[in-house]
């Protein structure tokens, strides 16, 4: 392939520095992954999992290194071109949800779609359509405290689809979960795959990185292990 | 996201808080109430003082004793005290129309069981059109009356009002004043209750029986003069001056001590006190807003300091910095914005409430309600800008771990 791909982390490091220490979260990483890709990121706690993630996100900088995202350079981004690529290309996914607790479900989809400055109606029923392919319809008037835990996560899955971002980012999205919604949410990120979504998910299972064509290993920082199934 | 939509969310979150909130908005409504009424009661004082000034009438002069200096102090008798010999040159002056030399004392007026403290004013029979009193019910005395030392008196309506049924009865009464019996002729119209004291709670007696009968003294206190028209306002104080001055034997160019003020006079410089205590007023009325201000401040800290992880969310979904600003800057504002509208509310009705229920009198007018509301709009936005900023500035990563 002469295009760039997707996504493209080039030699990128992380460095924390705390006081007199550095922390090394993420050392020369270089990673590609195609469009319509499902890649499994798995390593032990501390290996700079997150780290990339965040990075993935544009939730942060790295501290070397370049980082393409739709052939858009995101290292030299400013802060509110980064905000923009978050709300138009991003959807993120989280172990805990992070849902605003005092806004309905749908309010809670309609989100990003306000930061994208849409208009009221266009933006409601592009949320309910959202919050309906993810199946939960019949809820999207109830608070999220007033949702069980897989019913949280899938509607912040549906908040992370709203705006069609060209990948979805999930860090541990079951590691909240049962054993039984962890199936459902895994068939959700299913189905998203073969409708052609390209998704990037970090997981402590094996069994839930079953789900995914592509396993990326960290270990210290490092990437030990990239093997397409 | 367009304005409509911030001002729903901040009320949103506003209310979600309604105890907090409500607490914040009574720092600024109380600043706004108190702006408010200050400066309606400074205006109603001063518009009162002026319309009591103004209704002593435009061609009066005021002749009182001023201050002498340190080294003339021997002299000061007759450089500045008062007597019914220049009451009496002065009446001759051909630019004056009327004299009425005054003394003032307090006194202790009873009729059959009641008793009434009050101030006795002796002056001569020309008050009446010197100082623009109307008579209500029998008459003034005349100058006859004033020359034998009588003992009448004219009532004020207030004390009239303390003793008699109606002004009618009163006629013809005796009462005592210092334990000396006077004739009760008249009852003055009531003139209102003008500002520093009560114009109708006094009585009123011939001044020579004031000073040689009742209270046995020599000086008096004012001449209050009134020139044959108001064009001849300048001509009367030069001759008023120049007379005092040839009374006491003192040269043209020497100093007599005597202060000669005229209605005008009087009037700007109880307008300029006027104004002055409206400022002060305003000035720590205002400082209850700054004030106000602070606890907004101090309660967005807090709120920005708590909603830090829903500031995380917003920003990984994609809300820019600018986004978290105007939505913390627009809470603020409706916060003093809310305060402002029911400080006024609250301040309109405290004003009423001091017109009606106190002898003070307060005025409303439209710029300190304008004033209040502004500022009450700019303290939201100055005190807002720093926490909100704080909010924008937050970094998105933290502030999701952020518990
Ligand atoms: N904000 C930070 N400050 C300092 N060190 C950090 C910070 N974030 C992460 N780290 C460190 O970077 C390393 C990688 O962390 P992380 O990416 O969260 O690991 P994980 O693979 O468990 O998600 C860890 O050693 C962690 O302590
Ligand atoms: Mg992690």
Redesign the interface.
């Known amino acids: 392939m002469t295009e760039k791909p997707l996504i493209f982390l080039d030699r990128v490091n992380k460095v924390y520095s705390s006081g007199e220490e550095e922390i090394f979260a993420l050392r020369e990483i270089t990673v590609e992954v195609e469009e319509g890709e499902f890649v499994a990121i798995m390593g032990s706690s501390g290996s700079g999992k997150s780290t990339m993630m965040n990075l993935l996100g544009c939730l942060d900088k790295p501290t070397k290194g370049d980082y393409y995202l739709d052939k858009q350079a995101v290292a030299e981004a400013t802060e509110d071109e980064l905000a923009l690529i978050r709300n138009k290309k991003i959807g993120f996914v989280f172990q805990n949800f992070n849902l605003l607790p005092k806004l309905s479900a749908l309010e809670n989809v309609e989100l990003p779609l306000l930061y994208s400055g849409m208009a009221t109606e266009e933006r409601r029923q592009k949320a309910e359509n959202a919050l309906e392919a993810v199946g939960l319809s019949h809820r999207k008037q109830n608070k999220p405290t007033e949702l069980s835990g897989g019913q949280q996560q899938r509607v912040s899955i549906a908040r992370a689809l709203v705006n069609e971002p060209v990948i979805l980012l999930a860090d541990e999205p079951t590691g909240a979960l049962d054993s039984r919604t962890t199936t459902e949410i895994m068939e959700i990120f299913q189905e998203l795959h073969q409708a052609g979504k390209t998704i990037m998910m970090v997981t402590h299972e094996a069994e839930i990185a079953e789900y995914a064509e592509r396993l990326i290993l960290f270990r210290d920082g490092m990437i030990v292990d990239d093997n397409k199934r | ?2 304005f409509t ?1 911030s001002l729903l969310l901040s009320l ?2 506003l209310k ?1 808080n309604k105890l907090r909130s409500f607490l914040t908005t009574l720092g600024i409504m109380i600043g706004v109430a108190a702006v408010i009424a200050l400066v309606a009661l400074g205006q109603g004082t001063s518009s009162r003082i002026t319309a009591s000034i103004e209704s002593l009438g435009s061609n009066l002069l005021i002749v009182t004793p001023g201050a002498v200096p340190p080294d003339q102090r021997e002299r000061a008798e007759e450089l500045n005290r008062l007597t019914l010999e220049d009451s009496a040159a002065l009446s001759r002056l051909e630019s004056i129309d009327a004299v009425a030399p005054q003394v003032r004392r307090q006194g202790q007026v009873v009729w059959h069981n009641e008793n009434w403290t009050t101030v006795v004013e002796g002056t001569s029979s020309e008050y009446i059109e010197v100082r623009n009193s109307v008579v209500d019910e029998g008459r003034f005395f005349n100058r006859l009356e004033a020359r034998r030392q009588q003992n009448v008196v004219v009532l004020g309506a207030t004390v009239a009002e303390k003793f008699f049924e109606s002004n009618s009865k009163g006629i013809g009464q005796v009462i005592e004043i210092n334990q000396t019996p006077f004739t009760v002729i008249g009852i003055l119209e009531k003139q209102g209750n003008q500002g520093y004291a009560n114009q109708d709670d006094r009585v009123i007696i011939p001044i020579t029986t004031a000073m040689d009968r009742l209270f046995q003294i020599q000086e008096i206190n004012a001449i209050y003069l009134s020139a044959r028209s108001a064009d001849l306002m300048d001509q009367a104080h030069e001759e008023v001056e120049k007379i005092l001055k040839v009374q006491r034997n003192v040269s043209s160019t020497e100093n007599t001590y005597f202060q000669i003020s005229s209605q005008s006079q009087i009037l700007s410089t109880a307008e300029e006190i006027g104004k002055l205590m409206t400022g002060l007023l305003a000035g720590i009325a205002a400082i209850s807003l700054f004030v106000g201000g602070i606890g907004i401040m101090n309660i967005m800290l807090v709120s920005v300091t708590e909603r830090t ?2 500031i ?12 978290i600003m105007q939505q913390f800057i627009i809470e603020a504002v409706t916060l003093s914005l809310i305060g402002g509208l029911m400080g006024i509310f609250f301040g309109l009705t405290l004003s009423k409430i001091i017109d009606y229920f106190t002898p003070l009198s307060t005025l409303i007018s439209i710029t300190p309600i304008l004033y209040a509301f502004f500022f009450s709009f700019l303290v939201g936005l100055i005190f807002g800008v720093y926490p909100a900023s704080k909010a924008s500035a937050l970094d ?2 933290e502030a ?1 771990r952020h518990q």
């Open positions: 996201m367009n939509e949103r979150s979600a992880r829903e995380g969310i917003r920003k990984a979904i994609g809300a820019t910095r600018s986004a998105p990563i999701l």
